[in-house]
């Protein structure tokens, strides 16, 4: 039966046409339609990726000469500095793949209806606004933002910026992405299609499930944190303060408690995604699916145990830093096991290099290109050296950009066509890829030699030596943000005008293939057909 | 799949999604692992500067009243017995005398709450509070009033919320919304309850009998 066949036979609306109780916006921000709640969380994050973005520009151009290009004054580069944090990172990475193509698929592929708690997930995004809302007016209080996103005790306890307001949108923010969690795991437990067991289950729900424990379980820790600065900085109890007796280092210890999973919750998902992504166009059964979910499982559980990684020059005891370092390698090793079994899954596989096969493949390569460089700055002896250097920007960009965001852009190409019913075009996708890729790694990889030359980050100045870098560095941001505009521009003209998709493009075999593009709103117009295994290619040209 | 498996698996998906009580109470229980979170960085800081200070915390904790501290403690052990035996009541369709013992816990919740803020102003009144007077130069004090204030006020957030949450479930008794049926919102408001108190339970030896 075909799509439209099926929908006249069943009288079904997509969930893009169906009118609830409000009409217009309203019907939008007051749904609690899970997809109608993922497109909500799309269109927010990917706002706050072009506030990053274009903040990340200037900083860019500020590093075009060695006085400042922009600014003779540094406290403006503070800022820019500790916005494109916050914003990126809790704003953009950490909530858009679970807000936005998590809400909207998870059920769909694990056969459901909608998520456990509807309501809570709406309350969710609100949340998400809320604390965007109050973390961004914090800028207009008492000056200009200047702590990094970390906010780093004592600093952050005598600044003249608005912490505790920043903070407290931040602990909101934590809220949002709790509830995300428990309403993701629980759905997991609780609404699995009859015959979709746990190990039938597609691997981007599995990414989910890992991820949303590590929500549950570390994203509070954040939050006590943030309510202590803010407590801090209200009443003046002296937790962090070292003229109180209190120790700054323990803020940190805190801080990354959270924060180093944190990394996990923006990568998890994003390994997910390629998981997904690599058996659909290499057209065969992903290699060692149990291995995957495992890993994902392990890096959930390691991931916990590293944080003090981050604070090896604070004077942390040798034995201390030589276990955490220790388990630093360790996390490596279920990382690398997924990367291993994507290529496996490549061999004598039917490889089809549609634009999302080129970000899957990207994300490999970049992935693989961050996680070694983590390596380095996991070793004791290289980390003194490269700490605070354009080294751990790099790092960090190569594993949250190269690999988080190349797989949220590639499963952007990829869902397109289920979300809206429609295509892009293909030439202007495989344009933006490149260009893309290009610029990031003429950007990014440039760094890693200024890390190694000793370029602090977060300086608004430097010596003259370094200029033909950063000069580098900065063209490569140019054309990495004529790539990314190239790729928006494509695929927002095709939501609206693009050719009409089918059903099922790319030939998956997941669940969401089998239903009408875009989704009715109750999903399935009549009980999903499970298959006898994730990924059965076989079992589908079979038939 | 056989027709008939084919309609029970689909009654089966269905029941699980309208009023699944399994999942309210995994979600609840889910929420109640992230609270002990929250407080475990606030008992990790504790155990941190009380290995850093021990004859401070021990000073800290003589200028405790022990004796208020325990009988709060029975006072929110007597709410959770009752909020306990009022789904027990409630399932036996006895809904008055749920009705009952929820207001019985609600009660000593704003009981315990009249007994903090007389411990804290009595506190505040010796000048025994972060930045005082008396406080200078003694930073382990400094550090076990903070925390001091910090846990139990936190805490204290959560009674308030905990009473809220009981008063919300009184509120659907008498509408007849939680019912001998229907009554996973009681057990969950109970299983809040129960997390305010065993917080509690640890938070009494650490302040009150640290002397």
């Known amino acids: 039966m075909t799509t439209s066949e099926a929908l006249e036979h069943h009288g079904a609306l997509s969930y893009l046409e169906e009118r609830g109780r409000y009409g217009g916006i309203l019907g939008w921000i007051f749904s609690t339609d899970h997809k109608r709640i993922g497109i909500l969380y799309l269109v927010s994050t990917l706002f706050f990726f072009f506030v990053g973005m274009s903040l990340g520009f200037l900083m860019r151009l500020q590093m075009l000469s060695p006085h400042g290009e922009l ?103 934590g809220f949002s992405s709790i509830l995300t969690g428990i309403n993701f795991i629980t759905t997991m437990h609780r609404m699995r299609a009859p015959g979709m067991g746990w190990f039938k289950m597609p691997l981007f729900p599995w990414a989910l499930y890992a991820t949303s424990w590590v929500q549950v379980l ?48 923006m990568i998890l998902p994003a390994m997910g995604l390629i998981s997904e992504m690599i058996p659909t166009f290499a057209h065969r059964t992903i290699f ?44 490596a090793v279920p990382s690398a096991i997924k990367v291993f079994n994507w290529t496996a899954t490549l061999y004598k596989g039917s490889i089809a290099l549609e634009p999302p096969m080129l970000y899957a493949l990207s994300f490999i390569f970049l992935f693989s290109v961050g996680g070694l460089t983590g ?79 000793g370029m602090p980050r977060r300086y608004a100045f430097y010596l003259p030596r370094f200029q033909t870098s950063h000069v580098i560095a900065t063209v490569g941001s140019w054309i990495m943000i004529a790539g990314i505009l190239v790729v928006f521009t494509n695929l927002i003209v095709s939501v609206f005008k693009g050719e009409k998709a089918g059903e099922n493009p790319w030939g998956g075999v997941t669940l969401e293939w089998q239903i009408p593009s875009p989704p009715p709103t109750e999903n399935f117009l009549e009980p999903p057909t499970i298959p006898e295994k994730a990924y059965d290619f076989e079992g589908a040209f079979a038939s | 799949m056989s027709d008939v498996a084919a309609e ?64 709060n403690t029975l006072v929110l052990l007597t709410g959770s017995f009752a909020v306990a035996s009022s789904i027990t009541a409630l399932q036996r369709g006895r809904r008055r005398l749920a009705m009952g013992l929820v207001g019985t816990t609600i009660l000593t919740g704003v009981a315990f709450m009249i007994v903090k803020a007389v411990e804290w ?74 997390l305010v108190d065993i917080i509690w339970i640890f938070l009494l030896p650490l302040f009150y009998l640290a002397a």
Request: a neutral charge; proline letters at 4%.
């Open chain 1, 288 to 331: 060692g699916y149990g291995a995957i979910v495992w890993s994902s499982m392990g890096i959930a559980l390691l991931g916990s145990l590293v944080w003090a990684h981050h604070m090896f020059t604070s004077g942390l005891s040798d034995a201390a830093a030589t276990v955490f370092s220790l388990l630093t390698f360790l996390v």
């Open chain 1, 71 to 173: 600014f003779k004054n540094a406290d403006y580069y503070n800022a820019l500095f500790t916005l494109h944090g916050v914003v990126m990172v809790f704003l953009f990475i950490i909530p858009a793949i679970p807000g936005s193509l998590g809400n909207f698929f998870m059920p769909i592929m694990i056969g459901a209806k909608d998520v456990a708690f509807p309501r809570l997930n709406l309350l969710s995004w609100w949340l998400y606004v809320m604390g965007a809302v109050i973390a961004l007016a914090s800028l207009f209080g008492s000056g200009l933002p200047d702590t990094g996103w970390t906010f780093y005790a004592p600093y952050s306890l005598r600044t003249h910026a608005d912490v505790p307001m920043a903070v407290f949108g931040v602990f909101v923010l």
């Open chain 2, 8 to 71: 029970a698996g689909r009654a089966e998906h269905a029941h699980a999604e309208h009023g699944d009580y399994e999942g309210a109470k995994l979600g609840m229980w889910l929420f109640l692992f992230s609270e002990c979170m929250l407080f475990g960085g606030l008992f990790v800081l504790y155990a941190m500067y009380r290995a850093d200070h021990p004859r401070a915390f021990s000073a800290g904790g003589s200028h405790m009243d022990a004796l208020l501290g325990v009988a």
């Open chain 1, 375 to 453: 390596l380095i700055l996991g070793a004791l002896a290289l980390n003194v050296m490269l700490h605070d250097t354009y080294f751990v920007v790099a790092h960090f960009h190569y594993v949250i950009f190269g690999g988080a965001a190349f797989a949220f852009f590639g499963a952007l190409h990829y869902w397109l066509p289920k979300m809206f019913g429609r295509m892009y075009n293909r030439s202007a996708a495989y344009i933006g890829w490149a260009l893309l890729f290009t610029g990031f790694n003429l950007l990014y990889f440039t760094m890693f030699v200024l890390g190694v030359m």
């Open chain 1, 218 to 265: 570390a994203t509070p820790v954040l939050g006590i944190t943030m309510l202590l600065i803010f407590v801090e900085r209200i009443f003046h109890v002296g937790i962090f303060n070292p003229a109180m007796g209190g120790d700054p280092l323990l803020y940190q210890h805190l801080f990354w408690m959270y924060s180093h999973p944190a990394v996990y919750i």
């Open chain 2, 121 to 194: 102003s009595g506190h505040i009144r010796q000048g025994y509070f972060p930045h005082s007077q008396l406080l200078q130069g003694k930073p382990g004090e400094q550090l076990f009033f903070s925390l001091y204030y910090v846990m139990t006020g936190l805490h204290g957030l959560h009674v308030i919320a905990g009473i809220a949450v009981l008063t919300a479930a009184l509120i659907l008794m008498a509408r007849r919304k939680v019912t001998q049926e229907h009554f996973v919102f009681l057990e969950n408001a109970a299983l809040y309850w129960h």
